[in-house]
């Protein structure tokens, strides 16, 4: 490969990857949501969260170099950037070498969706893009070289800790590839290699070890979560099981410590997690209450009395969650005494001016024309539906 192939090769990278963190250039620091402040503080003080994964912590602390948070969300692009360039070069053979063409088509999937809102959000939430792409470069097995397959090995293992839901997310994609390409012949005609899948397969399933291990290291014990089944709770009591459940069991003979509160359950699981009046706080917070949510948690998967209303709901979630695209969800401004604001200030002092001026923190991001377009609002009503479903695909 010639020296100027080779450097337009990298210049095409960093371009797209530009491109890619285009939303935090346009709010003029990177995004923040509520949850932003906890990794920071975990990237801080090594200590891990009971809520989620110390993992996006580590990867804050080494990209930032303790220096800038822009850093952070430029790994994230170049992460990012370095895949779709990939599958354009590979799904795209006759435009795939053109350079131009190659930032172009990356220019045209960030115009049409919300990637680079995510993208440049100090969040871990990308990383479930990223992962789900390497798996693709993976399990459909196309002209991959060695250094490259052990490359998204690496990229697959360190997106599924990102995000403990990302475990079990990228756990059901190879389970249920391997189903489908052993129902339909795809690994018989050798189309995709067995022994690639069982390679992937067992790269994702050492997360689930992986991620506890290394909470234990860092004296967060060995857990993907402490507070699993509090979120668990909280998807229980926002379904309506949760009432069907304490009118059975509230009686002295077994009493838990939520049936004083059964009145007065929230609506909403955000409400049942964060807010410090619900009963999940009255009672002790999260750790003092793993014991009985365990408890009744188990309780309800096992009595399959409450299976017509946790499959019901299951359907329900997974439906809304297909055709719900809210891009600018949480981007609301996080000025003085708010987590993020203490934490960007505690991590990089010399940034924070920078941060209070963003867009973000000014009130001045607005998020109609883009939700419109991926939605096709703007198109003609005759010719909607075709687009409508392209771009929601193209956007989740």
Known sequence: MSFFSRFSGW???????????????????????????????????????????????????????????????????LLLAWLLLRYVQLLVPRLGHNRAVQIGLVALTTWLTGVSWFCSQLMPDIFTAAGVLALGLLLIGLALGRWERVALLLTTLLSALMHSSNLLTFTLVVAGFGVAAGLTGVFRRGVVQFRQWLLVTAVVLSGWLVLPALHAALGGGFAISRASTAFLMARLVESGVMDEFLSRNCDPADQYRLCAYRDKLPNDAIAFMWDGNSPLYQTGGVLANQQEYGQIIRRVLTSPRYYPYLISETIQAGLRQLTHIGHGDGLTPFRENT???????????????????SMQNRGQLEFKTLNERTYGGNWPRWRCWPHCFLLGCAAM
């Open 339 to 357: 987590n993020p604001f203490w934490k960007v200030g505690e991590f990089t002092h010399y940034e924070l001016k920078e941060y209070m001026s």
């Open 11 to 77: 210049l095409t990278w960093l371009l797209t990857a530009l491109v890619l963190c285009s939303a935090g250039l346009y709010n003029g620091f990177p995004l923040v949501t509520s949850d932003s402040g906890t990794y920071l503080d975990s990237a801080l003080r090594l200590v891990v969260p009971e809520d989620r994964p110390i993992t996006y912590g580590l990867f804050v602390r080494l990209t930032s170099l303790k220096f800038s948070l822009w850093l952070v969300i430029f790994a994230q692009a």
